[in-house]
């Protein structure tokens, strides 16, 4: 099925589908599916589902559908459908023959809905789309039933024809399930069933009039297909009781079950197909593929490998409950993957032209400069040439050097990468003012590293031999947004305005070959990929993956840099400047050295890397304590609360077990704990040195599902509370946040919060 490796952390969805296969659930059949809409492309949330889907199956020795859930003509197109299934194969998943469409099924979907009219389960409505919104009802107030409830079943039949054949206005009717109006859940409020839309089908034509919602046609594919495990993200929870309660009906014998996940969520990322399509259709992208967007096609085109993808869908793990992941532990994977792919070479982005002086006119000495780190113990080998005339960044030149500048200035010197130590003696400014050249003296004693009598320079420089240097565009890619946490239907003004820089700049002949790798670190700059779509237009065009570290801030967070006096020949894709990167704070040595350690070893972003490095004691605990518990999860546990905890505490981190950490973040991590529970753990802990497992157990910390016990501590919230009850039932409905505040403090914090907001909704009618 697969040439993917499957995830090997254990998580909740596996255990399931183990313990199903031992007690021989299904026949011992293992059946997942991947639905796609075909409305759009896919992004990097859907490759999670991907892999899991696809990954369980292979794990299971079972098979994992591809089905495409095409049942709203007006968006779908067979464009998403072939990019769609190239992706997943992309991706490393191969879905061979099992590669399904919900139109396949449309006369048995169909069926089943002259089956629940047939037993009184559903009937047609003549409500507007408004009135149905109207009579649905609030969270505080019951839904009213359709007038055209009652209808009897021959005329809902009759009826059910006329939609199919096209007889009615498209939006005058629907077919709605009868369910119950009263339901907490919004989802069985009588949901609609089916809609008149005379659209062309990519695949049916025209040849039907009426098209099942997404809700109903779902449960239905997943039983015909015999799906054993429907896999959704969280925000289909609030519909698995309908779609029990429709398989029920349906008559479907050994149905599926669904089972929820968190969807991933990544910060400074856009996640959505709705936004997607604004950002294409209204330009502030040049198309699904472009590089800053986080479709996969988007992010292949940017040099992101199907490896990286992987390896961050094992990374983030499975959990139940929705969280956000740092985008910079993705930015911290996709340098390990590059890393050991991409050979090194030389690019200018912002050419400034040097002469060397001394040098004499047509000679060029050729210096051997390895493909990769003498560490890295790979072969290979390219030649670099020098002459006269260089290119150097003109960020690497300023006219009046900032302290602790070590990059080149009047009467400075630095060294050439592999060549010589260069000396600046005169600048050459046009009529502007702007810095055009920079006239220089070589050392030829010291090229290719050579320190005659121990003679060392602070900086050294990338360039390029003016005369064989293969001109090529750059494009420095930052965040398409400039806020952590894009919000609703405002990100279009939180857009990053200096998202694409294109730069006219060089690179090294060896890279420019045609038969040369696409993946390539430029030294000193980052890691790029050889854009395919300028390739096989024969246009030379480089995109930046990722930087060679992290070193991005908000502006409101940002300090400038040091500005050089020449930007250099450059395109920017927008002004003014927009975000700047976030001046680092100098570390030890030590500290340094346990920092990169610990981004190396786990793909920490380095923020808790940083504070983590602070203390070898520290690490030591962090260390133990990721033993038991993803390293991802550990790091703001122990900067965040452990540090604080330990500093009231006036004890050191010697002083508390790793393991014992590890263990309530693990606890955290499954659901047993939530976070005040987590802290109250830990205070226990360091009380006694007690046992987290045992701590919870006795002192009844874990996290309270049960109905029975969150109905008695809303019953009592609300006894105790009379007069806001009050005004509540007057029509003051914002009280039922406090309500749910106070049965969690009640509950000491142990209370499920999705459960007691559910609870206090049904108590309060």
């Not at 019951?142 to 939609?163: F, H, I």
């Not at 002459?387 to 050439?416: C, H, M, N, Q």
């Amino acid at each position: 099925m697969s040439t993917a490796d499957s995830p090997t952390p254990n998580h909740f969805l596996r255990a399931i589908v183990a313990a199903d296969q031992a007690r021989g659930a299904y026949g011992g059949r293992v059946v997942t599916r991947f639905p796609p809409e075909p409305n759009g492309y896919l992004h990097i949330g859907h490759a999670k589902s991907i892999c899991l889907n696809f990954g369980l199956a292979a794990e299971f020795g079972g098979v994992c559908n591809l089905r495409y859930d095409d049942t709203n003509p007006s968006t779908e197109s067979v464009e998403y459908v072939e990019n769609i299934l190239h992706y997943v194969k992309w991706l490393g998943f191969d879905p061979g023959a099992n590669v399904f469409f919900a139109s396949d099924y449309f006369a048995q979907i169909y069926a089943y809905a002259v089956l629940l009219v047939k037993k009184g389960k559903a009937y047609v409505c003549d409500l507007s789309d408004e009135q149905t919104r109207e009579y649905r009802g609030s969270t505080t107030e019951a839904g009213r039933p359709s007038p055209w409830r009652d209808r009897s079943v021959e005329e809902n039949l009759r009826l059910l024809e006329g939609m199919k054949n096209g007889e009615f206005a498209e939006g005058s009717r629907v077919l709605r399930a009868k369910i119950d109006m009263a339901d907490p859940n919004f989802k069985m409020r009588d949901p609609l069933l089916y809609r008149i839309r005379f659209a062309h089908h990519y695949r049916t034509g025209h040849t039907w009039k009426i098209y099942p919602f997404y809700d109903f046609a779902h449960c239905l594919s997943d039983a015909i297909e015999g799906i054993t495990h429907s896999i959704c993200t969280l925000e289909f929870e609030n519909n698995r009781e309908l779609y029990d309660w429709l398989l029920r009906e349906c008559e479907l014998p050994d149905p599926p079950h669904q089972y929820e996940f968190a969807r991933l969520n990544l910060t400074w990322t856009v996640m959505s197909k709705r936004r997607f399509l604004r950002l294409v259709n209204d330009g502030h992208v040049s198309g699904w593929d472009d590089p800053r967007m986080p479709t996969l096609a988007g992010l292949r085109r940017r040099g992101v490998t199907p490896e990286a993808l992987r390896a961050l869908a094992e990374r983030v793990g499975v959990a139940k409950a929705n969280s956000v992941v740092e985008v910079e532990l993705f930015e911290n994977i996709l340098r390990d993957d590059l890393n050991l792919r991409s050979p090194r070479g030389m690019a200018v982005s912002r050419p400034l032209r040097v002469v060397l002086t001394n040098w004499p006119e047509g000679e060029v000495a050729s210096i051997l400069a390895p493909l990769y780190p003498a560490e890295m113990a790979l072969p290979g080998e390219r030649t670099l040439h020098i002459g006269r005339e260089l290119y150097i960044e003109a960020t690497d030149f300023a006219e009046e050097a900032p302290k602790g500048w070590r990059r080149l200035s009047p009467g400075a010197e630095v060294r050439l990468r592999y060549g010589c130590v260069i000396r600046c003696d005169e600048v050459v400014k046009d009529a502007s003012g702007t810095v055009v050249e920079l006239r220089c003296t070589a050392d030829r004693a010291t090229m290719g590293g050579v320190a005659p009598e121990g003679r060392k320079v602070k900086g050294i420089v990338h360039w390029l031999n003016a005369e064989n240097a293969v001109a090529a565009e750059l494009r420095l890619y930052d965040r398409l947004v400039r806020v952590e946490r894009p919000t609703g239907d405002d990100f279009l003004d939180e857009l990053n305005p200096n998202s694409l820089e294109v730069c006219r700049g060089f690179v090294e002949p060896e890279i420019a070959k045609g038969d040369s790798p696409a993946h390539w670190q430029f030294e000193r700059q980052g890691y790029f990929f050889r854009d395919p779509v300028e390739a096989a237009a024969g246009r030379l065009a480089f995109n930046r993956t990722v930087g060679l570290r992290e070193g991005w801030a908000p502006e409101a967070a940002a300090e400038p840099a040091a500005a050089p006096v020449n930007a250099g020949r450059t395109e920017s894709a927008a002004a003014p400047k927009g975000p700047a990167p976030q001046a680092a704070r100098e570390l030890t040595p030590d500290v340094e050295a346990r920092r990169a350690a610990l981004v190396l070893r786990h793909s920490l972003a380095d923020a808790p890397a940083r504070a983590l490095a602070a203390e070898a004691a520290l690490v030591d605990l962090f260390e133990a304590a990721a033993a038991g518990a993803p390293p991802s999860a550990v790091a703001p546990f122990v900067v965040n609360v452990v540090v604080g905890a330990l500093r009231q505490a006036g004890r050191g981190p010697a002083s508390l077990r790793g393991a014992s950490v590890g263990r309530i973040v693990a606890l955290l991590e499954n659901g047993t704990l939530g976070a005040a529970q987590a802290r109250r753990v830990l205070d226990l802990v360091l009380a006694n040195d007690g046992d987290p497992d045992a701590i919870v157990l006795t002192e009844g910390l874990s996290r309270v599902s049960d109905p029975v016990a969150i109905a008695a501590w809303v019953a009592a919230t609300l006894d105790a509370h009379p007069a806001e009850l009050a005004r509540y039932r007057a029509g003051q409905t914002t009280l039922l946040g406090f309500f749910v505040g106070k049965v969690l403090k009640l509950s000491g914090g142990r209370a499920d919060a999705a459960a007691v907001q559910a609870a206090v909704g049904v108590a309060l009618g």
